[in-house]
């Protein structure tokens, strides 16, 4: 494949879009992480949701 | 020492936490920096000519309007009055304010201003030194501002008062602002003369600023 | 499955959780199969191979207008049928679309330098682009102000649909400014007439990229149901500690 | 320790609301300040406090730190809580201690006395008024400073964090502390001497 005289322009593109997918994808997985920590915890400390109180 | 930092570290954790303002700044700098052109029209060798006036400006606009909250949330809920009765002078907690504020605000602006220079055609070869003049010079303004944010609360008045009491005082800053970015730009006159004279107001609105506030903090909050 | 199992957020989490990992693993593929035919793609006649960044350009610019669109959507579910999970939707479409705008911005500038000799030109579709992404940090700014969620949500939910309703006037009145100043001689991008050779890959790119914006969108979807049950329990936390007392 | 005030009065807006106030305070002492709205309790308070002028007289302390000024040897619990909602419970508690300059371990005690140690990683909007009052009064009990200035400190409270209140000045008093507060009715310092203030 060659890229011809703007292979910078094109390369710089490419990586560009990874990277904020990458940093998108980043945010969410660290994001699900910490919300499952502050849950667990939540629940470690006995704490009850209104629903589930009910039941 | 301990009361200054804990002053920083809680302004910046204010401005980053949901409900601060942290990037509002630079937003609306993004904003009235991508409006002018709708304004002047697309012409790209007269934005690029305009380019450091425009930047100037919007930083100019950014930076004050940030400042409306600043001293008004601690008025608010009486932080302002425990302010007031620690062992740090009231100046210096002042002071630590705007610090905290241009850290969080008025330095995001000097990191994306190569940016919005880049949409208006600015030479790339002089973005450093653009940047390097924002960077000088929106200290004075943050501290400049600091004296109309601790009037607005004094009068119980925000929003607009700020920008009428503050922005005539930040002539000369904007004239040395732009006459060194575009002494960096165009080399027509040398960059020396307006950025040292830049450094030394902004060096002068550092001592003068908090003292004012604190002052018109004083002697409006009885 | 009726529709309104969806409604339950805990129901939703159980699907999202069987549905992501089959998500991810179809993006990746379609992805794989894009980006081998974006290589063989012949260069176009006249940009050469800069042609490639129209791959990533043109699928982020319509994710970016399909953020918008489905942020409406679920501004009326909030406003009109209060659906539940209506204001977790739409607030979770805002991040996504604001990062697909704003690699349109950053591809479409890295394509312009070549073609054009500068990073940007005011072009009016890059600038409606532009327009948008100001439109998106404006909802993004609205969410983060907001303390309360609920009333967050509102507020976000007419700002998406005054925002939709605005979107074509914007648009139209920058293609007039656009034409009144723009000489005629600048190179318009993505040209009326597509070589098929070029479409294929175009096509099958745009699908990869919508795949990964449902993929990410479900994924922050859940984060915000977690995050607003976090916030429940918290609540009911400090209520506790209350009656105890 | 004593604190005199002679001959204080007052100006509030170009109207005068007291004159002529005189009285003193030893260690272990409380003084509870009545009278009618706008009879100028919240602004004797504010003028011990430092964050208003005395048109005359003039406010001493006898004993104690020389060289520390009365403002910052007073706490002051005004009306408003002075919490930041979006920092969590020890950290806007941990603020304001380093802030005056004490050292953050009596941070966790503090909580303790005031019945908020379940919830210290709690950002403070999820607090109700009462547990945010709660919070406030954590920081009179964590940074040590003789003289407390108590302007309506009942006010949101339930009886069980009244009477947990009324435990925490018996032992600020007992420990060689002062107590000036503005209430209308009792505020659980049964010993306290009342001053009256009287619309000039």
């Given at each position: 494949?060659?890229?011809?005289?703007?292979?910078?322009f094109?390369?710089?593109?490419?990586?560009?879009?990874?990277f904020?997918?990458?940093?998108?994808?980043?945010?969410?997985?660290?994001?699900?992480?910490?919300?499952?920590?502050?849950?667990?915890?939540?629940?470690?400390r006995?704490?009850?949701?209104?629903?589930?109180?009910?039941? | 020492?301990?009361a200054?930092?804990?002053?920083?570290?809680?302004?910046?954790?204010?401005?980053?936490?949901?409900?601060?303002?942290?990037l509002?700044?630079?937003?609306?700098?993004?904003?009235?920096?991508?409006?002018?052109?709708?304004?002047?029209?697309?012409?790209?060798a007269?934005?690029?000519?305009?380019?450091?006036?425009?930047?100037?400006?919007?930083?100019?606009?950014?930076?004050?309007?940030?400042?409306?909250?600043?001293?008004?949330?601690?008025?608010?809920d009486?932080?302002?009055?425990?302010?007031?009765?620690?062992?740090?002078?009231?100046?210096?907690?002042?002071?630590?304010?705007?610090i905290?504020?241009?850290l969080?605000?008025?330095?995001?602006?000097?990191?994306?201003?190569?940016?919005?220079?880049?949409?208006?055609?600015?030479?790339?070869?002089?973005?450093?030194?653009?940047?390097?003049?924002?960077?000088?010079?929106?200290?004075?303004?943050?501290?400049?501002?600091?004296?109309?944010?601790?009037?607005?609360?004094?009068?119980?008045?925000g929003?607009?008062?700020?920008?009428?009491?503050?922005?005539?005082l930040?002539?000369?800053?904007l004239?040395?602002?732009?006459?060194?970015?575009?002494?960096?730009?165009?080399?027509?006159?040398?960059?020396?003369?307006?950025?040292?004279?830049?450094?030394?107001?902004?060096?002068?609105?550092?001592?003068?600023?908090?003292?004012?506030?604190?002052?018109?903090?004083?002697?409006?909050?009885? | 499955m009726?529709?309104?199992?969806?409604?339950?957020?805990?129901?939703?989490?159980?699907?999202a959780?069987?549905?992501?990992?089959?998500?991810?693993?179809?993006?990746?593929?379609?992805?794989?199969?894009?980006?081998?035919?974006?290589?063989n793609?012949?260069?176009?006649?006249?940009?050469?191979?800069?042609?490639?960044?129209?791959?990533?350009?043109?699928?982020?610019?319509?994710?970016?207008?399909?953020?918008?669109?489905?942020?409406?959507?679920?501004?009326?579910?909030?406003?009109?049928?209060?659906?539940?999970?209506?204001?977790?939707?739409?607030?979770?479409?805002?991040?996504?679309g604001?990062?697909?705008?704003?690699?349109?911005?950053?591809?479409g500038s890295?394509?312009?330098?070549?073609?054009?000799?500068?990073?940007w030109?005011?072009?009016?579709?890059?600038?409606?682009m532009?327009?948008?992404?100001?439109?998106?940090f404006?909802?993004?700014?609205?969410?983060w102000?907001?303390?309360?969620?609920?009333?967050?949500?509102?507020?976000?939910?007419?700002?998406?649909?005054?925002?939709?309703?605005?979107?074509?006037?914007?648009?139209?009145?920058?293609?007039?400014?656009?034409?009144?100043?723009?000489?005629?001689?600048?190179?318009?991008?993505?040209?009326?007439?597509?070589?098929?050779?070029?479409?294929?890959?175009?096509?099958?790119?745009?699908?990869?990229?919508t795949?990964?914006?449902?993929?990410?969108?479900?994924?922050?979807?859940?984060?915000e149901?977690?995050?607003?049950?976090?916030?429940?329990?918290?609540?009911m936390?400090?209520?506790e500690l209350?009656?105890?007392? | 320790?004593?604190?005199?005030?002679?001959?204080?009065?007052?100006?509030?807006?170009?109207?005068?609301?007291f004159?002529?106030?005189?009285?003193?305070?030893s260690?272990?002492?409380?003084?509870?300040?009545?009278?009618?709205?706008?009879a100028?309790?919240?602004?004797?308070?504010?003028?011990?406090a430092?964050?208003?002028?005395?048109?005359?007289?003039?406010?001493?302390?006898?004993?104690?730190?020389?060289?520390?000024?009365?403002?910052?040897?007073?706490?002051?619990?005004?009306?408003?809580?002075a919490?930041?909602?979006?920092?969590?419970?020890?950290?806007?508690?941990?603020?304001?201690?380093?802030?005056?300059?004490?050292?953050?371990?009596?941070?966790?005690?503090?909580?303790?006395?005031?019945?908020?140690?379940?919830?210290?990683?709690?950002?403070?909007?999820?607090?109700?008024?009462?547990?945010?009052?709660?919070?406030s009064?954590?920081?009179?009990?964590?940074?040590?400073?003789?003289?407390?200035?108590?302007?309506?400190?009942?006010?949101?409270l339930?009886?069980?964090?009244?009477?947990?209140?009324?435990?925490?000045?018996?032992?600020?008093?007992?420990?060689?502390?002062?107590?000036?507060?503005?209430?209308?009715?009792?505020?659980?310092?049964?010993?306290?001497?009342?001053?009256?203030?009287?619309?000039?």
């Amino acid at each position: 494949m060659n890229l011809g005289p703007h292979a910078d322009f094109i390369v710089a593109a490419y990586a560009v879009t990874l990277f904020v997918v990458a940093a998108l994808a980043g945010w969410v997985v660290l994001d699900y992480s910490a919300q499952c920590r502050t849950l667990g915890d939540l629940e470690a400390r006995g704490v009850t949701r209104r629903s589930q109180r009910k039941g | 020492m301990i009361a200054f930092n804990a002053l920083l570290v809680r302004d910046m954790r204010l401005a980053i936490r949901v409900g601060g303002g942290a990037l509002m700044g630079a937003l609306f700098f993004l904003i009235v920096v991508t409006m002018m052109p709708f304004a002047i029209g697309p012409d790209l060798a007269l934005l690029a000519r305009i380019g450091p006036a425009i930047l100037w400006l919007g930083a100019l606009l950014a930076s004050l309007l940030a400042l409306d909250r600043l001293f008004a949330t601690d008025h608010e809920d009486g932080s302002l009055d425990l302010l007031m009765m620690g062992a740090l002078p009231l100046e210096l907690s002042v002071a630590t304010k705007a610090i905290a504020h241009w850290l969080t605000t008025g330095l995001p602006l000097v990191v994306i201003a190569p940016l919005l220079g880049l949409m208006l055609n600015v030479e790339l070869h002089a973005m450093g030194w653009l940047a390097l003049t924002l960077l000088v010079g929106t200290p004075a303004l943050t501290f400049i501002g600091l004296v109309g944010a601790a009037l607005a609360v004094a009068l119980r008045r925000g929003g607009l008062l700020l920008a009428v009491l503050v922005l005539p005082l930040t002539v000369p800053v904007l004239i040395f602002g732009v006459a060194a970015a575009n002494a960096a730009l165009f080399g027509a006159t040398p960059f020396g003369p307006p950025f040292t004279i830049l450094c030394a107001l902004t060096l002068a609105s550092l001592v003068l600023g908090p003292i004012a506030a604190a002052a018109a903090l004083r002697h409006g909050l009885e | 499955m009726p529709i309104i199992d969806f409604a339950n957020p805990t129901r939703f989490l159980t699907i999202a959780n069987r549905a992501l990992p089959w998500l991810i693993a179809v993006t990746v593929i379609v992805f794989a199969i894009g980006l081998f035919y974006v290589m063989n793609a012949p260069d176009d006649y006249q940009q050469g191979a800069t042609v490639k960044i129209m791959f990533l350009h043109v699928p982020a610019a319509w994710l970016g207008m399909l953020g918008w669109g489905l942020m409406s959507v679920a501004a009326l579910g909030t406003l009109v049928w209060r659906h539940p999970l209506a204001d977790v939707a739409g607030k979770a479409a805002a991040p996504i679309g604001a990062a697909f705008t704003f690699i349109c911005l950053v591809t479409g500038s890295l394509w312009g330098r070549p073609t054009w000799g500068t990073y940007w030109v005011w072009d009016a579709r890059l600038t409606s682009m532009l327009v948008l992404l100001l439109l998106y940090f404006g909802v993004l700014a609205l969410y983060w102000t907001a303390e309360e969620p609920s009333r967050g949500a509102r507020a976000a939910a007419i700002l998406s649909l005054v925002g939709a309703v605005n979107l074509p006037i914007i648009k139209f009145s920058v293609d007039w400014w656009n034409t009144l100043h723009q000489p005629a001689s600048v190179f318009r991008m993505g040209g009326s007439t597509i070589d098929p050779a070029l479409l294929t890959p175009l096509l099958i790119m745009a699908l990869a990229f919508t795949l990964l914006f449902a993929t990410l969108h479900l994924a922050v979807m859940r984060n915000e149901i977690l995050r607003r049950r976090v916030r429940s329990m918290r609540l009911m936390q400090a209520q506790e500690l209350a009656e105890a007392t | 320790m004593r604190l005199n005030a002679e001959e204080l009065a007052c100006n509030r807006g170009g109207r005068e609301v007291f004159r002529g106030l005189s009285f003193a305070l030893s260690s272990g002492e409380a003084m509870v300040i009545s009278g009618r709205n706008g009879a100028g309790k919240s602004s004797l308070l504010r003028m011990i406090a430092g964050l208003v002028r005395c048109a005359a007289g003039q406010l001493t302390l006898d004993g104690g730190e020389r060289d520390t000024p009365l403002a910052e040897q007073c706490h002051y619990l005004g009306h408003q809580d002075a919490m930041k909602p979006s920092l969590t419970v020890s950290e806007n508690l941990q603020f304001w201690t380093e802030f005056f300059g004490a050292r953050t371990h009596t941070i966790e005690s503090a909580l303790q006395a005031v019945g908020l140690a379940a919830l210290t990683d709690l950002p403070a909007a999820y607090l109700s008024a009462g547990q945010r009052r709660r919070l406030s009064i954590a920081r009179l009990v964590s940074v040590q400073r003789p003289i407390w200035l108590l302007d309506e400190p009942t006010s949101a409270l339930d009886s069980p964090s009244q009477k947990r209140l009324a435990e925490l000045m018996q032992g600020h008093l007992a420990g060689g502390g002062m107590i000036v507060a503005a209430a209308h009715g009792p505020i659980g310092l049964e010993r306290a001497r009342e001053l009256k203030l009287d619309p000039a």
